[in-house]
């Protein structure tokens, strides 16, 4: 027996991995049971309904509401495409068997019992996954709803009843909240084009998923309710490839953890927490949200609509107030106001009547009919700082909400900027309102909507941008790190796991890292020779193979003017610690932090998606301020300036209170330094920069710390 | 003729001066005309409705619409409580003045056409207000679009429909809105007390009509919709009153001003500002929304439930994953979940089978039924540091929503908690739903919305104890502010407005301030003198009556150790600046910033609200971070705390890497000091204390600013 061909199946073709589980031809459903209230009736009931070939297999009965039922997957002796489980877990290793007999490809296990349920549990699941390896079967669950194929006319849950079709590819971990979107869904005319529970994710996880949607021509945008990422690598690499083409918007909950870690801000902390998946997503272009609404709101949206170039909206409405609405939120969520041309302004005054608004939002103000509203359109969304419009009408006295929705379709279709309208209010504005929606323009109740609405389509724009810039990375040359790879491999041949400060120094001078000389003294007199080599004053530190808070003990001596100080220096430091604990100190010269932006640049290695850059304000003001952006490598130093510019401490890099604008090229290129050697040295647990000083003449990492992984 | 009456009304008595609008006997129309598309006919047709008597007055005509008309006020012959005007803005002096000869008292004006057209408009705007204020008329408008009042049965607008009759008072300043609004509340079946277009509020105000609705019965709580503050005086005495018994939500626009001024930082530059209003708000009790939607939501809510006594709630789920959801809107929103003391997991461990979720949400898994939902109730209930109960139901194979709705009123009877419920889905619990509203409990689609508004019950919770907080205040007595008054006079006499630093010095010293010991010195024998009993190290600082930003010119000198040191920063200040420039030195202590915190605490006189406090984080941070709260004194200690935490830096007063906790008590202390400063002494414009330090030893001012209002 072979698994049937899907060249029959009228839908367009989608051929991956997955395909069977989505265009079956034939199903067999095992646990196929006439028991009220049970799961297996619950499936029956729903597949009976599907045109292709049902196999209802039930081991002690000859028929199951009145259908004809098999006794096996092998005594039906036919091929099926899918095959949805629902039968005691402990019976699954046995039955995935037959199923990979029998040459079936895809299963769906329903049912729960496995290593949510302690030890036996686990061994149970990797019994069923040695069995689904062995014989190429994909699985998708256990412990889930099923799934739905509502353009194959294929309904494989338990769910009460069928997704209406559309093009929204709808994904979840949680098997209680697709029952409940799948009734939303109803009063919300929602269509899917798939709705996946997505269970344990034994086998099929978000990566395959993501991937065949991409693929698949039915789907334009993919939603996911997301508890765990799982496989981090396979989820990534899906989602940048398919986020360049289909927009990836994704629920995830968890921020939980993250608030209950509010306390830990040095680099290593930021591990496995939220703000780590917050830059995967924005690596990866996927747009996180944090409500179920605008879950749906967005993927509808972005499917459809053209993006804006850039963030600047423009407002043209009949009323102050609710133009007033629209550009709160658009301010709130960071999108902007356009600031109009001179001559765009110009042509208003011509056009409209003189208390126009003389700016925007455009208000042509109660009484404008569709031929100043006409005018309106046209002229700002020929203004080349307008990245988009929003279009507001509230029904008033001389309003002609049909003639005015004319004149935004005929607007909109001479324009390659995105246009939304808010036609405010009931029945006044109905027909209006259907008018726009059929010519594909979005519309929303309230203009504060429409200009969330356009930020997030502008947010998606932004990050299709950066994910371009990142796959062009991936196929450039990086800085050579072979003589920081050499240096690391030397430490960790010497068992050394936290490396002391001028250990650190030379590895991030190795990688091309503007470091302050530093070196090592183990007596008064190298030390004093060191410092006269320098040039005072210079600053002693404790070098010391176990303390590595070496102010908190007395081991930081600054300002040393002459050899005298040194060597009083260096007693007192020697005397603040028992002699395990010293192994000498080091000399630097003395910087000078004035006119320079303390900063913090760290690297941490995250189990689930590599290492992970931080930069932020440093100092002592990291742990405050928490100040401070992730960021993926490998970096571009346009990645990386575009990211720093969302720190505050950016606007002090800027030049304030009379001082320089520091050197953002050389911080840009420090980050993309520290991210080619967290890539090139895996070895590496994290590294800290702190502070790293910026000024107008440059960088300089004052002071870093690295520790290896075991 | 005397104005008629109210003792016959049916409705619950409610007499304030704005009675008259919200429960006439009597209506006069002027205006009323039969011209189609008029406004004048729309008011008249929405008028025949009025179960009172009406007159609709017509100069030219003996009818309109069938009704007999008369032409003038004075024709009549008769008193009327409210007369309804909506003629040319020309006519309206001499009919305001009609209107006082004939005794009424209450007059709406829907016309346009006054001090928005320019000074001919204002010109007659202040004829109107003259004649009014003559005649003891309290007027609504002009520019509006009138006002309902659905238990009387009287829509006084050219709306296309009456509102609903409800509890909730909606005041809106844009007419255009207005008519949004209402089609909105058809379709979600919201009612309203009173709806009123509030228009250019040439005479009756944000303060009158919250004072009116504070009293009325039928009134639960008051929404609106804000453009301008307008009286702020009389909006922060009547929402100060009012919101203790009844909610005030608002949404206020206007929030981009605040966007385009984020270039700013320093106190002076909050002046009018959004962020001021949001203080005031803060202070009066009143709640600010963001969306249209949350408005009436929390307007519905706020008035029926209990309020949390804290922030903490306990969430009670069948699911997982949307107890995860209502979780991360929780703290994303800034309440809490509750941590559930020991005795109550004991409870539950007891009571649930053994693979609950052990914690907060309390997972009582998908198969519970209504007596494990029960159980789950009385014990997380039961937990004193539970403020709130969230129950959640998704419609799973066991689950009986109706049984468990009705386990969730019986607890809710048993508690003075608020409880919230999120039954997911549709058809399946759509009657549990109902059971569940109807007994009163808030019902929500989604637990993220849910969440969001328990949040909100307790911000309105906190802001009423605040607002208790604030009123015992008044009766208190401050701290004495003559020494400081005296000084102020003096300079003021001087014609000084711009103090020096010395002299700024000396006035929050003699309002009891700590600030670091600051002499003047005029030669260098004196500075050398005054360092020498000061004690060395010494810090000279330029005094200067032009330039203030002191460091930009070379002009402090820090460290200085002997008296050689001291002669020559002396001259070294002298040589940079000119002559005139140049009025000496200030002499003071060397204090060292290791181990303290430093703060900014500055105050800055708004035009609209008064005397407002600034703290935040100091030093040359103030900019950059923008870490900071504005507060409307007077203030106690427990309000400035309260406030306080609410920064980032609040985290470094607490004592981080070693530091011991900075003293809270003398902080706030200075706070209520400078309050009472800013309220003993209007003529301040400007105070920035910046640097503040704070440490475990109590604050000192290092460095201070006062600028006097001319």
Redesign the interface.
């Known amino acids: 027996m072979t698994s049937a061909t899907l060249t029959t199946c009228d839908l367009p073709a989608c051929s991956t991995e997955l395909t069977a589980f989505f265009r079956p031809h034939s199903v067999a459903l095992i646990g196929a049971t006439e028991r009220a209230?049970s799961?297996g009736r619950a499936l029956l009931e729903n597949l009976v309904s599907f045109p292709g070939e049902l196999f209802p297999i039930n081991a002690k009965h000859e028929t199951v509401l009145g259908r004809r039922a098999w006794s096996s997957l092998t005594s039906m002796g036919k091929a099926v495409d899918l095959v949805i489980i629902a039968t005691p877990a402990i019976q699954m290793p046995e039955i995935i068997r037959e199923c990979g007999i029998c040459g079936v490809r895809a299963v769906i296990i329903i049912s729960a019992g496995f290593k949510?349920?302690g030890a036996e549990g686990a061994k149970l699941e990797q019994a069923v996954l040695d069995e689904a390896r062995h014989y190429g079967i994909r699985i998708v669950g256990p412990n889930c709803l099923g799934l739905m194929s509502p353009a194959a006319g294929l309904n494989a849950t338990f769910a009460?009843a069928m997704a209406g079709a559309g093009r929204v590819a709808f994904l979840?971990?949680?098997?209680?909240?697709c029952?409940?979107i799948l009734?939303?869904s109803?009063?919300q005319r929602v269509g899917f084009s798939a709705f996946v529970s997505v269970g344990s994710m034994l086998d099929v996880g978000w990566g395959d998923l993501i991937h065949h949607f991409g693929q698949d021509p039915e789907t334009e945008s993919i939603v996911i309710?997301m508890?765990s990422v799982g496989d981090a690598a396979g989820f990534m690499q899906a989602a940048r490839q398919v986020s360049l083409r289909k927009p990836i918007v994704v629920?995830k909950?968890?921020?939980?953890a993250e608030?209950a870690r509010a306390a830990a801000s040095h680099t290593g902390a930021m591990t496995g927490s939220d703000e780590v998946l917050d830059a995967a997503f924005e690596r990866a272009g996927v747009l996180r949200v944090?409500?179920?609404?605008e879950l749906f709101d967005m993927a509808e949206l972005l499917a459809k609509q053209t993006l804006p170039k850039g963030p600047n909206l423009a407002i043209v409405t009949?009323?102050?107030?609710?133009g007033?609405?629209a550009?709160?939120?658009l301010?709130?969520n960071g999108a902007r106001?356009a600031h109009l041309q001179a001559e765009t302004v110009k042509e208003l005054d011509a056009a409209l009547p003189s208390?126009w608004s003389h700016g925007n939002p455009v208000d042509v103000l109660?009484d404008a009919d569709a031929g100043r509203y006409e005018q309106a359109f046209e002229a700002v969304l020929a203004d080349s700082d307008v990245d988009g419009l929003l279009a507001i009408l509230?029904?008033?006295?001389m309003t002609a909400p049909q003639a005015v929705a004319q004149s935004l379709i005929k607007a909109m279709e001479n324009t390659a900027k995105p246009v939304l309208a808010s036609w405010?209010?009931?029945?006044?504005v109905a027909e209006a309102r259907e008018k726009l929606n059929a010519a594909g323009i979005a519309t929303y109740?309230?203009p504060?909507?429409a200009a969330r609405a356009f930020q997030f389509m502008w947010q998606r724009q932004d990050r299709l941008r950066r994910l371009e810039e990142t796959n062009r990375l991936a196929c450039c040359s990086r800085h050579s790190m072979t003589e920081a790879q050499a240096l690391i491999r030397q430490l960790q041949y010497l068992g050394r796991l936290l490396l002391s400060e001028a250990e650190a120094k030379s590895v991030l001078k190795a990688a091309g890292i503007p470091v302050v000389e530093t070196h090592v003294a183990r007596n008064e007199s190298e030390a004093s020779d060191h410092a006269e080599s320098l040039g005072f004053p210079v600053v002693l530190k404790l070098l010391s193979p176990t303390i590595t808070h070496k102010t908190?003990v007395g081991g930081v001596r600054l300002n040393l003017q002459n050899r005298d100080d040194v060597v009083e220096a260096f007693r007192h430091i020697q005397s603040a610690v028992s002699d395990v604990d010293f192994a000498g100190v080091t000399v630097q010269p003395m910087v000078t932090r004035r006119g320079s932006t303390e900063l913090i640049l760290g690297c941490s290695y995250d189990a689930q998606f590599g290492p992970v850059l931080l930069f932020g304000?440093g100092g002592?003001?990291v742990?405050?301020?928490?100040?401070r952006v992730l960021l993926l490598p490998p970096l571009s130093p346009k990645l990386a300036h575009d990211r720093i510019q969302q720190t505050?401490?950016w606007?002090?890099l800027q030049g304030?209170?009379?001082q320089p604008r520091a050197d953002l090229q050389a911080i840009a290129d420090v980050m993309v330094k520290l991210g080619d050697l967290a890539l090139a040295v895996p070895e590496i647990a994290e590294i800290d920069i702190n502070p790293l000083l910026a000024s107008e003449h440059g960088v300089l990492a004052l002071d870093a710390r690295i520790v290896l992984r075991q």
Chains 1, 2 share one sequence.
């Open positions: 209230g799961v949510e349920t009460t979840s971990q949680s098997g209680a909240l029952t409940a009734d939303w109803f009063s309710y508890e629920i909950v968890g921020r939980t608030a944090d409500t179920i609404e009949n009323a102050g107030g609710p007033a609405l550009t709160d939120a301010v709130r106001l208390h109660g509230t029904p008033q006295a405010m209010g009931g029945s006044a109740d309230y504060d909507e908190d304000a002592i003001w742990e405050v301020m928490q100040d505050r401490i606007r002090a304030i209170r009379g």
